[in-house]
């Protein structure tokens, strides 16, 4: 069993930054592949990015890709969402999810909801214009 606990969301101006953290309970955190997701009021659940448990490979949604950044701290049981150049579309709020399927170190991480095991409560993120 995995928790997960996120933070770091807030308010922000667009084109600011904001960093999210993931805290992790449970001693097997390094050997899962963590995600991003977000979910904005009306609509599903959707991709933001994910890295595989060596932190060798990383996987992005298009529409964020050159300006958010996954990373892990498998010593701190941790992973971030570095976020920069905001847009108000960014607005929603982001949950951390842990995949606990033990794939090939070289599989990209999954971008599928449904193949995540476990889900942290989220934590708002707010980009105005």
């Known amino acids: 069993q995995v928790q997960l606990v996120e933070s770091g969301g807030g308010l922000v101006q667009a084109g600011g930054s904001l960093r999210l953290s993931c805290a992790a309970s449970g001693r097997t955190f390094n050997t899962y592949n963590m995600g991003w997701f977000r979910q904005a009021p009306g609509k599903e659940r959707e991709f933001v990015a994910a890295i595989n448990w060596r932190s060798t490979i990383t996987n992005y949604a298009d529409s964020v890709k050159g300006r958010f950044t996954i990373s892990r701290d498998n010593a701190r049981n941790t992973v971030y969402l570095q976020m920069n150049s905001l847009k108000p579309e960014d607005t929603a709020v982001y949950y951390c999810?842990?995949?606990?399927?033990?794939?090939?170190?070289?599989?990209?991480?999954?971008?599928?909801?449904?193949?995540?095991?476990?889900w942290g409560l989220g934590t708002q993120v707010t980009v105005s214009s």
């Open positions: 999810a842990a995949d606990e399927r033990i794939g090939s170190p070289f599989e990209t991480p999954s971008p599928l909801v449904y193949e995540y095991d476990y």
